[in-house]
């Protein structure tokens, strides 16, 4: 697993635990040497851990829409300035 964006596609059932050992262990590889991964998964951690502290009927679809473009955006913003520093 080379690219941020296979870890971007793989990081939510990264985070659930529903990947085998394998792939975890190459996600884990590539964290130790890509500081915008980490932090887009510290980022994404934190928001799991909010939506959990909200009962399903309790989070309105709106929040929900909101969150994935938040993300979203902020993955955006890691690879442009990582393609502003060039290969790594």
Do not use: W
């Not at 529903?18 to 262990?25: M, N, S």
């Not at 502290?53 to 993955?75: D, I, K």
């Amino acid at each position: 697993m080379e690219t941020c964006n296979e870890i971007f596609e793989l990081l939510s059932a990264y985070l659930d635990h529903e990947l085998p050992a394998v792939t975890c262990a190459e996600i884990e590889q590539h964290l130790a040497r890509c500081p915008e991964c980490v932090a887009l998964e510290r980022s994404l951690r934190s928001t799991v851990g909010l939506c959990h502290g909200y009962a399903p009927n309790q989070a309105p679809t709106p929040l929900n829409q909101q969150v994935r473009t938040q993300l979203f955006e902020t993955y955006q913003k890691i690879i442009a300035q990582r393609n502003e520093r060039g290969p790594s």
